[in-house]
C-alpha cells in the first residue's frame, strides 16, 4: 500500500504570513502532485514533480511555490500568505503520469489565512 | 481544455437502497477514467479505473458505466450501507495527450450520506 504522508495537519497564519507544507512518500514514486480542494471546485493541481530537483507549473499556480528535494520528499510553499488560499491541501504520488495511473493521496492539510 | 461537470453536489440514500452519480465530460479523446472516495479525515482513495474500450464495470457494491456516446461516466451504488458514506469523485483524462502531467481533470464532487 503506497504510504503518503502530510504535514502539518492543520495550519493557522495570518495574512502574509509564511507556510510551508510538507510531503514524504515511501514507495519510490517519480511522479508527485499538490492540489488544492475547494467546495465545487473539486481538485485542482497546484504544482507536480516527476523527479528530485524536477519542478512543474499546475492549472493554479499563482501564489504557491514547490521544491522537490528528494525523490521523497515534496514541499509546497506560500510566502506572502492570503485569505484566498485558505484550502484543503493534498498531495499525492504515482508511479507515472497521472492520466493513466493511480494517485496516492496523504490526508491533507487544512489550512486556514486569517 | 477538458471539462468535467459532476451531479449531484450531494445525495442521500437509504441503506440498501442503490444511488447514481453521474460526470459529464467535454473531450471526445478522454479515454482513461477514475472513480476517487474520500472518507471523513482522509485523502482520496481509487474506487475503480476505467478504459474507453470498456463500458461497464463492476466492483465490489458498485457499478461503473461509460456512455461514449453522451460523454458520461456514472457510478451507481447498489444496496448502499454505511461505509459508503464519503465524498466521491471523477477524474478524466486523454492519457499521453496530457503532456508530462498527464492531465487530469476532477469533477466538483458528490457527498453520500447513507441513512439508516
Redesign the interface.
Given at each position: 500500500e503506497a504510504a503518503v504522508t502530510q504535514s502539518p495537519r492543520n495550519k493557522v497564519t495570518v495574512t502574509g504570513g509564511n507556510v510551508t507544507l510538507s510531503c514524504r512518500q515511501t514507495n519510490s514514486h517519480n511522479y508527485m502532485y499538490w492540489y488544492r480542494q475547494d467546495t465545487g471546485h473539486g481538485l485542482r493541481l497546484i504544482h507536480y514533480s516527476y523527479g528530485a530537483g524536477n519542478l512543474q507549473i499546475g492549472d493554479v499556480p499563482d501564489g504557491y511555490k514547490a521544491t522537490r528535494t528528494t525523490q521523497e520528499d515534496f514541499f509546497l510553499l506560500l510566502e506572502l500568505a492570503s485569505p484566498s488560499q485558505t484550502s484543503l491541501y493534498f498531495c499525492a504520488s504515482s508511479g507515472d503520469r497521472a492520466s493513466q495511473n493511480t494517485l496516492y493521496f496523504g490526508a491533507g492539510t487544512r489550512l486556514s489565512v486569517l | 481544455g477538458e471539462q468535467?461537470e459532476?451531479r449531484p453536489?450531494h445525495l442521500s440514500v437509504r441503506e440498501g437502497d442503490s444511488a447514481v452519480i453521474i460526470c459529464t465530460y467535454t473531450d471526445p479523446n478522454s479515454y482513461?477514467f477514475?472513480w476517487?472516495k474520500q472518507e471523513p479525515?482522509?485523502?482520496?482513495?481509487?474506487l475503480m479505473?476505467v478504459f474507453s474500450s470498456t463500458e461497464i464495470n463492476e466492483g465490489q457494491g458498485f457499478t461503473v458505466l461509460l456512455n461514449k456516446k453522451d460523454k458520461q461516466l456514472s457510478l451507481n451504488l447498489t444496496a448502499a450501507h454505511p461505509g459508503d458514506s464519503a465524498v466521491y469523485?471523477c477524474?478524466v483524462?486523454?492519457?499521453?495527450t496530457?503532456g508530462?502531467?498527464?492531465?487530469?481533470t476532477?469533477?466538483?464532487?458528490t457527498q453520500v450520506t447513507v441513512i439508516s
Open positions: - | 468535467v459532476q453536489p482513461y477514475f476517487y479525515g482522509a485523502g482520496l482513495q481509487l479505473k469523485f477524474a483524462s486523454a492519457g499521453n496530457g508530462l502531467s498527464g492531465k487530469l476532477f469533477g466538483e464532487g
